[in-house]
């Protein structure tokens, strides 16, 4: 399905619209988890959105996994696509001071790259939970962060 809508993930200026691209994978995996007796792994999320993402950035660009910065840090997921990075750190969500902490370790490595937006992607079972993408400011940083 993503290969299929690849030119809506692209902006004007050529660069990935990342916010849609996370909305559009929200949307088609929203019951991730539903029906499954298995513990949901952090890594199983990983994989389907790298297979998401990989179909549209297909040809053009590529992504790291757990791409290490020179302090040893490492992010779930870097998007290189046509000589801009997009940083995506993936987590199950553990309540709201376990996403705090995510959101100052994904804007490390915004200051580490001088950028100045991110994306986080949870994985949320909650049943009462608010799936979507939704922007953040945090100084003079903006995040994405998108709930499945």
């Known amino acids: 399905m993503a290969a299929a809508n690849k030119s809506i993930f ?12 996370m909305e559009h994978f929200i ?12 513990k949901f792994l952090e890594e199983e ?16 660009g590529t992504y790291s996994i757990e791409e290490q ?11 290189h696509y046509l ?20 959101e100052r370790q994904i804007l490390d490595y915004l200051d580490y790259f001088g950028l100045e ?3 986080m992607l949870s994985f949320n079972f909650n049943r009462k939970k608010d799936p979507g993408v939704h922007r953040v400011s945090i100084g003079n940083k903006t995040l994405f962060e998108g709930v499945v």
Do not use: C
Not at 83 to 102: F, L, S
């Open 10 to 21: 692209i902006d004007e200026d050529g660069r990935l619209d990342v916010p849609k691209i």
């Open 27 to 38: 949307r088609e995996h929203n019951r991730i988890h539903e029906g499954r007796t298995e």
């Open 45 to 60: 999320g990983r994989e389907r959105f790298i297979t998401y993402v990989s179909a549209i950035i297909n040809g053009t």
């Open 69 to 79: 910065t020179r302090t040893r840090r490492r992010m779930d997921l870097v998007i």
């Open 83 to 102: 000589g801009r990075r997009y940083v995506v750190e993936m987590k199950i969500w553990h309540g709201q001071r376990y996403n705090e902490e995510g």
């Open 117 to 119: 937006t991110g994306y």
